[in-house]
């Protein structure tokens, strides 16, 4: 199998501050993790995919500024919502890639993601 | 420009009911046609994977199918616990998934 992992579940802040949240690939190392935001009854939004050592490739319209990801090790991701506001409000998902067994074929896992609540 | 387009955008089934969810693409040099099961507040569950035309991949009740313009979800005889959002996604180049808007799928009891 392949699990990923998000922390926290949910999170609720006030207006003006910062929420990190944590992803990370349990059973696998994962060559490249992506984060997304989705809001209720849409798909899934690209927000930026992210190398393990190497900065973040952002989506246009996405602020790097204010959505920092440090990608730190092949299992580990973090995505840093700075100066939080209400219209970031949403549920933020992380995927994290696995290679398959005959290379090239590479497939997304995702994990369980993180509702963000700005107040 | 890619595009991966999911229909119907919802779909009410009795329980026993079995019928088909759509996702047809367009992209220049598919790598991989991928489905995804999401539950509400959760994030999506990998189903399948297609990688060429004719393929056919099953898992319980579901049997997912790949032409060169689009792909099938089939549902044979759906319980209520596969209602879902079912998504659809394709990948044409490496680290970079178009990702349809996915079917609300209700199977009534």
């Known amino acids: 199998g392949a699990v990923v992992s998000q922390h926290p579940s949910w999170v609720i802040c006030k207006s003006g501050t910062s929420v990190k949240i944590e992803c990370r690939s349990l059973d696998f190392q994962a060559t490249t993790m992506f984060w997304y935001r989705q809001f209720p009854k849409q798909s899934l939004m690209l927000m930026a995919t992210?190398?393990?050592?190497?900065?973040?490739?952002?989506e246009q319209g996405v602020e790097k500024d204010k959505f920092l990801i440090n990608h730190a090790s092949l299992t580990l991701s973090t995505l840093t919502v700075t100066s939080a506001h209400p219209e970031d409000s949403s549920f933020y998902i992380c995927s994290a890639t696995k290679l398959g067994l005959a290379g090239g074929q590479e497939t997304q896992y995702f994990g369980p993601g993180t509702r963000l609540l700005v107040l | 420009e890619d595009q991966v387009t999911q229909s119907p955008e919802a779909l009410r089934l009795q329980e026993g009911e079995s019928s088909s969810l759509n996702c047809s693409y367009t992209?220049?040099?598919?790598?991989?046609l991928f489905w995804y099961r999401q539950d509400p507040g959760k994030g999506p569950e990998f189903l399948f994977t297609?990688?060429?035309a004719g393929e056919e991949k099953e898992k319980e009740r579901l049997k997912a199918t790949l032409t060169k313009k689009e792909s099938f979800l089939h549902i044979t005889a759906p319980k209520p616990e596969d209602s879902a959002t079912y998504l659809c996604?394709?990948?044409?180049?490496?680290?970079?998934?178009?990702f349809g808007a996915g079917t609300r799928l209700t199977v009534k009891p």
């Open positions: 996604a394709v990948q044409a180049r490496m680290n970079d998934m178009r």
């Open positions: 992209v220049s040099g598919l790598r991989g």
């Open positions: 992210s190398n393990e050592g190497s900065k973040a490739t952002y």
């Open positions: 297609l990688y060429s």
